[in-house]
């Protein structure tokens, strides 16, 4: 899996302009059930944002690197404050309405 260029990620920010978080990260941290719907929701939608709640535990950059550990393929474009935008290629034909797009770029 290559590394996102810059064009793409502009691309992947500007189409995440939209996106409310749909995942919230709180004192539980990454348990294994988020982490499995979190995985489902990618697999779907191929951009998602996720919401670092006040009282969690983990900065942004190290639920960044749990994710990108715990996940394979996850690319992490940009972190706003508390805000994180999650994007991977899916891997069932279709779904890939986004990532035939980040490919042409």
């Known amino acids: 899996m290559m590394a996102l260029t810059g064009k ?3 691309f992947l920010r500007a189409r995440a302009n939209r996106l409310q978080p749909e995942f919230h990260i709180g004192k539980n941290g990454l348990n294994a059930s988020f982490l499995s719907q979190l995985d489902d929701n990618l697999a ?3 951009l998602v944002k996720i ?12 639920v960044a690197t749990a994710l990108r550990e715990q996940l394979p393929g996850v690319q992490i474009p940009q972190i706003i404050g508390r805000v994180l ?7 069932k034909e279709k779904y ?3 990532s035939l797009k980040v490919k042409a770029l």
Not at 51 to 62: F, G, I, S, Y
Not at 85 to 91: F, M, Q
């Open 96 to 98: 890939r309405r986004l």
């Open 44 to 46: 779907r939608h191929e």
């Open 85 to 91: 935008l999650l994007y991977r290629p899916a891997s």
């Open 8 to 10: 793409q990620k502009r």
């Open 51 to 62: 919401n670092l709640l006040q009282n969690a535990d983990l900065a942004p950059k190290e």
